[in-house]
T-cell receptor, first 114, second 117 residues
Framework: GENVEQHPSTLSVQEGDSAVIKCTYS??????FPWYKQELGKGPQLIID?????GEKKDQRIAVTLNKTAKHFSLHITETQPEDSAVYFC?????????????FGTGTRLTVIP | GAVVSQHPSRVICKSGTSVKIECRSL??????MFWYRQFPKQSLMLMAT?????????EQGVEKDKFLINHASLTLSTLTVTSAHPEDSSFYIC?????????????FGEGSWLTVV
């Protein structure tokens, strides 16, 4: 089955700096890679996703890159703000081929220091 | 965007009783929903996949007779924790797959805190 690894487990950055979280996956058939932000006591919120037919996607301060050959994908947050502090999870699935579930990374606790 | 509603957000029940958690997709039809359990400071652990109109598929180690899942309509799945014990106390989260708009995106509910006393 799929195995998703996520690094780092914790990350502290100064407000305004960039934050990068990296994930690797094992199943070459995975083709859908979402990122979720989870605040304390709440459910994960989808913040950005990327499918295997593109290498990069950007939405304002958030971007995701995908390297299918190396089987890794990364989340980039620029100009970080205190409200970006949360736990971020990457995930992988065979979304478009009808397989069921997401395989999650172990999460990264991001702290943005004002 | 798509919204998944989960209810109740918090519930306290006595040991030995059963408690039901609902998961609704509010603006899309979800033939597939997922139930997760999350322990503090840990990732989400998939418990089961709920398919509309058929039996749920449980992950290894999850007791199907204890965690009853029903997906009776395209917008509602329920998780019933039967004969709850303190060790069942946890954060339970559902998600739903939206196949619309040319995509295949999964949205999560807000989660339900279960405390068994």
């Amino acid at each position: 089955g799929e195995n998703v690894e996520q690094h780092p487990s914790t990350l502290s950055v100064q407000e305004g700096d960039s934050a990068v979280i990296k994930c690797t996956y094992s199943d070459s058939a995975s083709n859908y890679f979402p990122w979720y932000k989870q605040e304390l006591g709440k459910g994960p919120q989808l913040i950005i996703d990327i499918r295997s037919n593109v290498g990069e996607k950007k939405d304002q301060r958030i971007a995701v890159t995908l390297n299918k050959t190396a089987k890794h994908f990364s989340l980039h947050i620029t100009e970080t703000q205190p409200e970006d502090s949360a736990v971020y999870f990457c995930a992988a699935s065979r979304g478009q081929t009808g397989a069921n579930n997401l395989f999650f990374g172990t999460g990264t606790r991001l702290t943005v220091i004002p | 965007g798509a919204v998944v509603s989960q209810h109740p957000s918090r519930v306290i029940c006595k040991s030995g009783t059963s408690v039901k958690i609902e998961c609704r997709s509010l603006d899309f039809q979800a033939t597939t929903m997922f139930w997760y359990r999350q322990f503090p400071k840990q990732s989400l652990m998939l418990m089961a996949t709920s398919n509309e109109g058929s039996k749920a598929t449980y992950e290894q180690g999850v007791e199907k007779d204890k965690f009853l899942i029903n997906h009776a309509s395209l917008t509602l799945s329920t998780l019933t924790v039967t004969s709850a014990h303190p060790e069942d106390s946890s954060f339970y989260i559902c998600s739903a797959r939206d196949r619309g708009r040319g995509g295949n995106t999964i949205y999560f509910g807000e989660g339900s805190w279960l405390t068994v006393v």
